[in-house]
Every structure is written in structure tokens, then in C-alpha cells.
């Protein structure tokens, strides 16, 4: 297959994934609905006996629908993995697919959706599927949209296998993350939430949710340690010279570290649990996804400000603490000293 | 009772909460009383988030150490808030006093935590698990059944089965008591103390380290030896030494990019390669390295990174008296990162009747833009690599300010003091010169020729001493790391004692220490204890059986 074949491939997978995502969410969400009228019925039965036949029928549909569900999100996943490696196939040479925003956030997704499947496996965790799939079908389409980009080569800076190392611990602890975040969420709605039917009510109690999160994050933290303190620091060092130069995807990978690890720390010394912690836990989650997606059209600060001329795409390229700099470092090239000097 | 069950609860870890400040202290107590503020749990909680809000900032604002030249321009552009700024350290967040503060008072604060928290745990090591409280089933995780069984044999197996799931156990009278999972607190310990291995690890590196830059022009011609005079910028640490400087010199002798040439990025590089011929120490060997982007030449404790190249016009003017003024190459900076437009000056200080100064473009590929029309527009270079080049430039001749001493840019005409020089219509006059191209100055001021084309590359050299020191440090953390999170601390008690009717009654509880422990891994456990006690799968029995003949 010639490259321009290999990219249509990985368009039409990421475009069928989003559609089995979407597809797997229309079966969550119908399971809800019938998990709603299922309760419903459940109250009118004691007046009503005949109520009982329907209930019954009503739980195996509701049960199918769910199974459904996740049957399709893992068949979507499986797809969304040809995709992505399509994508790398794409280009020339053949390379791994996180040279800008759009292969970061279809590779991003990708892991939320392998880290829900695979908690099922482990984890009573079925219940979260409606909020994954939305998420997942939602930032799928964002990348379509919005940050879609051509099938480039890496510039000289990112090809280092470093950049694999880092980039996929970086990745799966943002998905972690996000996860995380989700239950967090999750966590804040249903303790505020009253009502006795609908999803809230079925999601676990609010116990659950606050363990489940804290396990995600427990997860996350250490991956997320090793992407940014240890990887991110020895490529930053080969290419840029300095393993750490307070740039402003560092500083803010920083925010995040230390932002999480408050929250362990609340946890386990100030015994923070439920609702503070939740809270802390968003906070890092903002903090990770500003860095992800705000840095990249924000930050006019201090290093990209010299790049004027450059298009865009070369400031955005790999959402990461990464070297990325690098590249356009090497063109232009001269900072401030030489011109003081 | 309630102390017990305060007991039961305590970790090595929770000794130390911030209290309210008691009435009538001496000073001593006071400063008692300050210290365990600053060591207690919260405030290191309240710090690690100070330390995440105060590192904002740097991240918003141009950093002097990082890119002077924003500094510079945000200043012009805000000049009533610069004072401000400055007077709070605001381009030098992460050297400023009030950001040094927090992380010092957070390692401060860590010192004061981790070495009482060392004893501790070095006596609970030793310490035997504590003993059964005495309502064991008012644990939540509990259970207790009755049984025909003696309670010494009871026990005996609950001991052995515990052992073998790697307990420590101790026996009492009618209890035995359990624990394991030490390595947590001894996994969080190391996590601390790794964190502080690694701010030494960056301290030596920033205080005894250096950094710097230097244009170096292609060429056997050119070298550069470690020196200090040698640099055209130095960034070096408080407490650096220039007697570490290693005594290497280098020189490029050749420089090769490739350069994309389809597909929507075409023009850009791709990938470089500077060849150096270096010697670590002077007359010594020579030897010859491929220097690239992410492979840097180690020397010693020294690297030597590529990090950027250019073009540097030759050019040669010669003055009014036909005298050579000025000849060689000059540096042009880049101005665009993808077809490398590049901008420079060339002076002639020299020259005769006046001083002559030259400043313009370089196109490496040149071409004039068109717009939607046709009609030509602003000249441009369409590529990185030199396929036409062309160098175009303006003169200014007079006092180029080079005279009065004070310290001028090479990249930089001051031309505060020079007339530019001008066409007979009052256009200024420009020149557009290609390889070999000589032009006439008007008022016989001279000639100015290209002669041709050289490369340049910015090399960086960096000690970091450090820096092994600090990734050991990370990497230990880490390590400690998953200790602390993934080692689940826990204690387990099993009771029998003879009742009244003669039966046995057998109480089994469970104590989870770590952050996550779940019910159903807890209830898992006292599950398999229980099934252990009463020798319910045949291998258990018949391996309890032949302990007991043994
Ligand atoms: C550089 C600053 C610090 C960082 C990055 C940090 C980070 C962490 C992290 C990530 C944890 C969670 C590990 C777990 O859940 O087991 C933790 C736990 C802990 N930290 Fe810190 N910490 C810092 C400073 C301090 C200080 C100053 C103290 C003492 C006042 C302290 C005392 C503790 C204690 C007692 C625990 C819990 C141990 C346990 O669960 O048994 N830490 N820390």
C-alpha cells in the first residue's frame, strides 16, 4: 500500500471507530433509558402486580444493551488501533503516530477507551461506558474538526526513541487521568444528585466512585512521574542541551505533578476523601488538559515568540513537554544573548 | 476504648498535625511550637500548592533566562508595568526570592518530616505486630465463627497459615496477631528523601554548571576552544569555576541538511549533520564526531549540542582608496525559520573617507512574490537551501558608534549617528548582489562584492554536574513511588477461645492501612484465613496433616 492509501485507511478507521463509539454510546444510553422505566415499574409494581413480567423483560433488554455497549466500545477500540497505526504507516519514513495535535488526541482517546475496556476485565466498572463513549465520540470529533493536520515527517528533534518512551507514558497517564476524572466528576453530581432513577442512581455509591478514582489516579501518577521527570528531562537534554529549561509545556507539566501529587498527599497524610478530594483531582485534570490543548494556542510567551514566520503547525506540533522547540530552534536558531553580544 | 482504637488507626506517618497555637509560651516553646507547624502535614499540603500557584506566572510571562529578547520587547511595550514587574522578580520567577521561599520552606519542611518519621519506622521494623484489641468483631472487617476444634490447635494453624502468606506473626495467649506490608512506609520514606536527593542534584547543577553559545562559521579556518573568551553568550552558575572547563577544542569541517522538498512542508529541514574534528585536550588526538540534533558529543562531564545553522554571506568592500576595508564572511540570523530570510549588518570601520555600514537580507533561494494580480510584490525566499542566492542590502555611511567605547552588537547598526546613503531621485539606495556580483557605491564610497557563501552553526555547550545525581534521584523517587502507592499495609488478628457450651468460638478481623483498600480484596482475605482455619480444600489439610506428625 503507497502512503497516501495507508492515510485514507487510518481517516476511514478513526472516522468507523467514531462511528462504533457512537453507536456503543446510543446503546448505553438506551440501556439507561430502560434502566429509568425499568425502575419506574419496579415502584408501581407493588401496586400493580403485573408490573413483575415486564420488569423482567425490561432488565434483559437493559442487560443486553449494556453488554452491547461494551462489546462495540471494544470493537471500536480494536479499530480506532488500526488507525493509528495506519497514521504512522502514512508517513515516509514509517513512524510512530505523535507528530502533531490530531494524532495526539486520536492516540489520547484511543487509551481511554483501552484503559475502560480493560478495567472491565478487573473492575466492576461497566457503568461508566455512556460517560467514556461520549467523551471519546466528543474529543474524536474535536480532532477531526479541529485539529486536523497533514501526514508529516518528524522533524529532526522528535525522532529520537526517546520520543516513543515519553510520548506513550505520557499518553496513557493522561488517560489515566482523564478517567480519573470522569469518576471524579462523576463523584460531584451524584453526591449532589437526589433523585432515586436515572444514571446517577446506578453509577455505584458515592464510596466506590471516590476509591475507583483514587485508584486511577494512584495509576496515572507514577506514569505520569516517569513521562515528565525522567524521560522528559533525558530528551530535553540531548536535543535542547538543558534537561530542564522552564519552558512553558515543563512548567505546566510541573503544575500538574505537583497539583496530583497534593492530592495523593491529601489523601494519605490530611485524610481527604470524597468531595475535597474530587475537587483536587479536577483541578489537575484542568491543569493537564490546559497543558495539552491550552499551551499549543495560548502560550505566546518567551520561546515561540521568534517563530513568527513559522506556520503554525510547527509551534503545535507533539502537545508535549518534549523537545519540540527543538525543531524550530534548529531554523532559526539564535536567541537573545547573540543579538545583546 | 477509644484509645485503642485510635492506636489501631495510627500510621507511623499521621504524628504530625498542625495545632493551635497554646496561651504563655516561652520562647522556647514557641519556637517548638513554630517547628511543628512548618513540619506538620498541612502545611507541607498548603506549600506543595503555593508551589504549583507561584509557578503560573513563569509560565505567562517572558523569562529573562529563558528569552531575553521578550523580556526586552514585553518591556518597551508595557513601560509602566516593567518597574512593578522587576520590583517582583516577575522575569526571574523561578530564581525569585518568594518562589525559592516556598520550595525551601517545603524542604525544610520535608527534613523535619522524614527524619522523625526514620526513627519510627526503624522501631516499628523491629516492633512486633501489636496485639489483638479486644472486640475484634467490632472491626468492620470481621467475622467469627464457632467450631469443635481446641483453640491452641486453632490457632496454631491460623499462625502457619498467616506465615505462609508472608505475615509476621506473634503468638499470645489466646490470640495471634498478624502484619505486613512495612515496605509501604519504607517505599514512601524513600520517595521523600529522593525528592530532596534530587534538588541537590539540580542545585550542584545550577550553581556549579554553565551554559553557552557560540556562532561557529564552517571551515577548518574556524575553531573554538573551551575557554570563556570564546563564547558569545555564558550563562554560567553562582558558583562556577572556570578551572573545570574542560580544555577541548573543535572546529566544523563540514555540514550537511537535508532538506524536504515535497509535501506541505517542503523547505523545511529535516535533519542535520555537523561533522567535527575535535581534540579533548590540547595536542592531543584529533578525532571526528557526527554532531546531530539529539545526539550530542560528550566530553568529559561537558556536551556539546547542536542547536541551530545559518548562512553567513562573504562579502568584501572595498573603500573610496580602492583599500580592502573590510572581508569574509557575516553572520546572517534567520528570520524565518522555513526559508531561512535571513537578516545581518557588515561594518566597515575603517573604510575611508567614512565608515561604512551595511545592512540587509539574505535569500537563500530568492524570488519576488506576486500577488493575486500578478503584479510583483515584496521579494521573498521561497527555500531554505541556497539554490539562488541573493543578498540585498542598504548602506549607511558616518559614525557607526563604534568609536566611544561602549559595547555594540555585531548583529546590530547603530545608526543613530550615520545618514543613510541615497539615489539622485532621494530613494535610499539598495543593492541586490548574487555570488560574484560587484556593485560601485555611489559618491565613490567604494565597492561592495559578494563573493561567495559560507555556513554557520550555533553550538551549545552545558555542564550540568549534577545531573546524574538528580535522574538517580527520580528514578529512586519513582521507585519509592510505587512502594508507597502499590504496598498495602495490613494487619490481621485471630482469636479462639473456649466457650461455655465447650464449643470454640474463632474471631477473625482485618485492618487496611493503605489509601485504597477494598472491602471485597479485605473480605477476600479473611475468606481465605477462614478457609485456611477450617482446612476446608484437601491440599491445606493434608499439608496440615503432615506439619503436625512433623
Ligand atoms: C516536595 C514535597 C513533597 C512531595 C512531592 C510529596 C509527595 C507525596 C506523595 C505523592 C505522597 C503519596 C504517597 C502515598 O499515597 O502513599 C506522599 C505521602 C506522604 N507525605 Fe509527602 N510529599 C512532599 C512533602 C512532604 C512533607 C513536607 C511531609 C511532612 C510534613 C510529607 C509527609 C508525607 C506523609 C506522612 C505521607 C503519607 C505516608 C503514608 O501514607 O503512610 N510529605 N507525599
Redesign the pocket.
Known sequence: MTDAQWEVLSYEGVIAAAVLYFIAMLAYFFEMASLRSAAKEEQQEQEVAVGAEMVLVATRRTAVAGRLGLVLTSFAAVVHLVALVARGLAADPNRVPWGNMYEFTISGTFVVALIFVLSTLRLDIEWLGPLVTTFVVAALMAAFLGLDDAVLPLPDALNSPWLVIHVVSAVISTGAFTVGALLSGLYLAKARSTSTTGYLARVPDLKVLDRLSYKMH?FG?PVWTFAVLITGPIWAHQAWGAYWNWDPKEVWAFITW?V???Y??A???AGWRGRNAAMLALVGAATLWFNFIGINFFSSSSQHSYAEGVAPETSVVVGLAGPVKAAEEVGVVVGSDDARA | MTDLRTDLQH????D?QATALPPDLTARELARWSWRQL???R??LV??LL?ALASIPGSVIPQENIDSLAVSQWRDNHPRLAPVWDRLDLFNVYGSVWFSAI?IL??I??V???IP?LFVYARAARARPPRAPRHLTRLPESTSYTTAEDPEVVLARAATALRGKRFRVDAADDSVAAERGHL??A??LL??LA?IVVLVGVAVGSLFGYKGGVIMLNGEDYGFSNNLTQYDDFAPGALFDPDVMEPFSFSITDFEVEWLTEGERAGMAREFVAELAYETEPGGETKSYDLRVNHPLSIGGTDVFLIGHGYAPVITIRDGDGEVAYSGPSVFLPTNAQTFESFGVIKAPDASPEQIGLEGTFYPTFAMGRDAEGNLTMPASVFGDAFDPLVSLFVYTGDLGLDDGTPASVYVLDKAKATQVVEDDGQPFRMDLRPGDTVTLPDDLGTVSFDGLQRWNKIQVSRSPGKMVALAGVVLALLG?LG??FVRPRRMWVRARRQDDGTTLVEVARLD???AGDPEDGAAEIAEVVAALQGETPETKTRKTEEDES
Not at chain 2, 11 to 14: C, E, G, L, T
Open positions: 494512584a501518577f505537583v496530583y501529587a497534593a495523593l498527599h489523601r494519605a497524610t | 500510621r507511623p506517618s499521621d504530625r513540619t506538620s502535614m502545611t507541607a506549600l506543595l508551589l520550595y517545603l524542604m519542611s520535608l523535619g518530616c522524614i518519621r509501604r512506609e517505599g514512601n520517595f521523600h525528592v513511588l508507597s502507592l492501612r493503605s489509601s
